[in-house]
């Protein structure tokens, strides 16, 4: 494995109390394997990528355990954490207009990057530079290396976007839902993107997402997650074929179908999400959940292992 | 529309409005109780020779003829001849101008220093000791009269400890800069306050923006981060409020340096004024009004400069 994530816990100080918005997550990621880690919005999924970058602010709290080829990310020294992040770990964010600096020339933002993390001389760097938006699907590089974010369309600056992540060759990048503030074409373009950049690369991807489809279509594997937790993982084909957690299976009925399940009603999940200030005592998807059992109110389900599935949920023999 | 045509229209602008901070100066000084004549004469003048004064002050054509007349002497840097000291009011400004400008430059400038660090510093460390001590010391500079920390400073550093000269200019620009100081720190402190105040707020916004975190996450060392991401764009939002400062810190300039006998331009407003000697208001008011449009022209340039985002 290569990364490796332990009883990951993030509690946020907030002027109203704690938020355990992150409560023991486990994770496993081979090299150059896809993991989808899914969820709906506030289900932590955003957060554990943050933490595992150490990325969070002050008012986070982060414990448990990051290990980057063996290495414990949360105890690493800051010159250490600068040369993980960028060199060996790459980063693209939700919102392309808001991560690039207004104010600098996509040129220097992918330049500093290099400065950064490679030996290169200036002439080194911009002809990487270029190299990189030629990767990434940029035509006219040496144009557009001197403008600036707002000259560039949503897609464009998501490009660029990855292009700066992969500026020093990463071994592992993470993506924090990077299609979401795209149009459904451009959103196909840029997964089709990140798959080929992880085949040509050879690089492994944790892909967040709150789009089953997506993960469908690029992961090999796949953690649910609901409310902080990770409530199921396994391979992406046999969790969709047969779920093992009450709200996996809630999510697959209320996700538009393909070949068989194509046609089939779709069924909303009730009620919504819950809050993370005050953490429930059983299952914390219980008060939506349609096949509960008594159990479930009162204590939460410890997470079981078959195979490669994992999964924590006490009506899983009846889903 | 690119960044020059920009420039030349910011530069179009400029004309008329210094055509209309004429007007305004030329009708204030009419609206001022009290008329030239009789302040050159006194009170017991023939009325031979008030036609005679009226006359040649120009002031028997007609108003609008007056506003050209006056207008086109502007043009010329032609703004008459000072009542108090019979010399032309645009030798007198030109004389008097240096030290202003070297007082508001450098106070300017002691600004600077002291807002930019301690507002990273305040910024940084938000709420805690580091910050609330900075905010508070500053509140006491801002509430605080700019003529009673003027004298504070100079009892204290000038008279008690001698470490500067209690008033004056000097000679040459090492003297200048010496005598200038604790008047120019005098007149820093409040406008410090505000810019302090100000990029603080904007640090704290741009610190948890997005692309500060994206900077971090592509591996770049703290100082990079602080340098290049967050400052630059803290900036732009202050930079304004510099360029709006310009104007009461050449009211300052005015108390500063009766205060600490600087032969400046606010002295001689003060002196001006308490003489009724109006053709040197007038052209006083004007130059300080040119000044601070100057002043916010290259504030509009600098914001150019820093984000790309404008002029487009």
Redesign the interface.
């Known amino acids: 494995m290569s990364l490796v994530v332990r009883d990951l816990r993030v509690v946020f100080d907030t002027p109203k109390g704690p938020v355990w918005a992150v409560d023991g997550v486990d994770l496993e990621v081979a090299p150059g394997a896809v993991l989808g880690l899914v969820g709906e919005s506030g289900s932590g999924k955003s957060v554990t990528l943050?933490a595992i970058?150490r990325?969070l602010?002050a008012n986070a709290t982060v414990s448990g355990e990051v290990l980057w080829e063996d290495e414990d990310v949360l105890a690493m020294p800051?010159d250490r954490?600068?040369?993980?992040?960028?060199?060996e770990i790459g980063?693209v964010?939700q919102?392309p207009m808001?991560?690039?600096?207004?104010?600098?020339?996509i040129g220097l933002q992918i330049d500093?990057?290099l400065e950064?993390?490679t030996e290169l001389d200036t002439k080194g760097r911009r002809a990487r530079a270029l190299e990189l938006l030629d990767l990434v699907g940029i035509a006219a590089g040496g144009a557009r290396l001197g403008q600036?974010p707002?000259e560039f369309s949503g897609g464009m600056r998501q490009r660029a976007?990855i292009a700066?992540?992969l500026?020093s060759s990463p071994k592992l990048l993470l993506a924090d839902d990077p299609t979401t503030a795209l149009d459904v074409t451009i959103q196909d373009q840029i997964l089709r993107l990140l798959l080929r950049l992880k085949a040509e690369l050879g690089m492994g991807l944790v892909l967040v997402t709150h789009d089953l489809g997506v993960v469908a279509q690029t992961c090999e594997r796949v953690a649910v997650m609901y409310a902080g937790r990770v409530c199921e993982a396994g391979p992406v084909a046999s969790v969709f074929a047969s779920p093992r957690h009450a709200y996996t299976q809630a999510l697959l009925r209320a996700m538009p179908g393909e070949g068989a399940r194509a046609g089939a009603k779709l069924v909303p999940i009730p009620g919504q999400a819950p809050r993370l200030d005050r953490p429930a005592q059983g299952c914390a998807f219980q008060p939506r959940c349609t096949v509960s059992e008594s159990a479930c109110e009162t204590r939460r389900p410890s997470m079981e292992t078959d195979g490669d599935r994992r999964f924590a949920c006490y009506a899983e023999a009846r889903l | 529309m690119n960044k020059g045509t920009w420039l030349l229209g910011r530069l179009a602008q400029i004309v008329p409005s210094f055509v209309f901070i004429g007007i305004v100066v030329f009708v204030l000084a009419r609206l001022l109780p009290g008329d030239p004549v009789s302040a050159v004469l006194g009170d017991h003048a023939t009325d031979a020779t008030v036609a005679r004064i009226t006359a040649q002050l120009g002031l028997d054509r007609s108003i609008p003829v007056q506003l050209l007349h006056f207008l086109g002497g502007v043009v010329q840097g032609e703004f008459g001849t000072s009542i108090a000291y019979r010399i032309p009011v645009s030798r007198l400004i030109l004389e008097r101008l240096p030290a202003t400008l070297i007082l508001t430059g450098l106070s300017m400038a002691i600004a600077l220093a002291l807002a930019v660090p301690l507002a990273f510093i305040a910024a940084l460390k938000a709420n805690r000791w580091p910050d609330l001590l900075i905010r508070g010391v500053f509140q006491v500079g801002l509430s605080t009269p700019i003529f009673y920390v003027g004298l504070l400073l100079l009892t204290v550093l000038a008279a008690w400890a001698h470490l500067f000269p209690v008033g004056g200019y000097g000679e040459g620009w090492g003297e200048h800069l010496w005598h200038l100081f604790l008047p120019a720190l005098t007149l820093a402190l409040s406008f410090a306050a505000v810019l302090m105040r100000s990029l603080r707020g904007a640090v704290l916004d741009v610190i948890?923006?997005?692309?500060v975190?994206?900077?971090?996450?592509?591996?770049?060392?703290?100082r990079?981060v602080l340098g290049?991401?967050v400052l630059?764009?803290a900036l732009?939002a202050t930079v304004s409020l510099v360029g709006l400062q310009v104007g009461s810190l050449l009211g300052g300039a005015v108390i500063t340096e009766s205060v600490f006998a600087v032969p400046g331009v606010g002295r001689l407003m003060v002196e001006s004024i308490f003489a009724r000697d109006y053709p040197v208001i007038q052209a006083l008011t004007l130059v300080l009004a040119v000044f601070v449009s100057l002043a916010l022209l290259a504030t509009d340039i600098v914001q150019m400069w820093?984000?790309?985002?404008v002029g487009?």
């Open positions: 943050r970058a990325l602010h800051p954490l600068r040369r993980l992040r960028g060199a980063i964010f919102e808001a991560a690039l600096n207004p104010v600098l020339t500093e990057s950064a993390h600036y707002h976007m700066i992540a500026a | 948890n923006a997005e692309f975190d994206f900077a971090r996450a592509k591996g770049l060392r703290a990079l290049r991401h630059r764009n732009i820093l984000d790309p985002r487009k």
